[in-house]
């Protein structure tokens, strides 16, 4: 039986690491009833490999479907509570959930981790987590990424911690190390080695074909919804 992972978030750190722990074979249940702070952005700056930046809402939609194409279950749900009992966690939203681990990478609340004794750093109205440098907290089975770790505010900054927390889980899930490499034909095996777990060798066909696939992806989300106005705003005309 694949080992679970629920990840209370669906911004850029809560997608990625659950993108990485999902492509690893793990169950992976992403908790995500409220919309990402990143969706208030009007234009998302700074993100490699988008020369001219890219509309935050179609940037995250984008890496909403990667998580699908992963194998990520959604929940639309509020995740109210979480503790542990032996070897698991009890995960509860609209219902309970079993996860063997937790990524913790909701925006900085979390009054759900109340069951834990977990180092906090208090900010004005937000309550964030200490963790080690590989996004693990005191509790075992339990991870922190993005906002609520202390991280910097920036799309990619919280992308990038949410793969070290997600390769954090596969390492202490015992699955073999996650490599995430697409090599071209003959690669490995023309050299008389292996292919690695989680690396795969295509030839110049299928290249293509995944090209062509993730050019034609890229303009199915385009043009996206205008940003979501800070709460605080009268929007009334």
């Given at each position: 039986m694949s080992q679970r992972v629920a990840v209370v978030g669906g911004g850029p750190a809560g997608l990625t690491a659950a993108i990485y722990t999902a492509r690893a074979g793990l169950d992976t249940v992403v908790f995500d009833a409220e919309e990402s702070i990143l969706a208030r952005n009007a234009h998302l700056e700074n993100v490699p490999g988008f020369p001219a930046g890219v509309n935050a809402r179609t940037f995250l939609e984008a890496s909403r479907e990667q998580a699908r194409r992963a194998g990520v279950e959604f929940v639309d749900a509020r995740v109210?509570?979480?503790?542990?009992?032996?070897?698991?966690?009890?995960?509860?939203?609209?219902?309970?959930?079993?996860?063997?681990?937790?990524?913790?990478?909701?925006?900085?609340?979390?009054?759900?981790?109340?069951?834990?004794?977990?180092e906090r750093i208090e900010r004005g109205s937000k309550t964030m987590l200490s963790t080690d440098e590989f996004a693990r907290t005191e509790v075992e089975g339990l991870y922190a990424a993005g906002r609520v770790a202390r991280q910097y505010h920036q799309a990619v900054v919280a992308a990038g911690h949410g793969a070290t927390a997600g390769l954090a889980v596969v390492e202490d899930s015992d699955e073999p190390i996650y490599h995430d490499w697409v090599a071209p034909e003959g690669y490995f095996t023309g050299r008389d080695r292996d292919v690695p777990p989680g690396c795969v060798e295509i030839d110049e066909d299928e290249r293509r074909e995944r090209e062509a696939e993730s050019l034609a992806a890229l303009a199915d989300l385009s043009p996206a919804a205008p940003p979501t106005m800070h709460p605080s705003v009268d929007d009334e005309e």
């Open positions: 109210e509570h979480v503790e542990r009992d032996g070897d698991s966690f009890h995960v509860d939203a609209d219902e309970s959930y079993e996860s063997e681990f937790v990524v913790a990478a909701s925006w900085p609340d979390v009054s759900y981790l109340d069951a834990f004794e977990l």
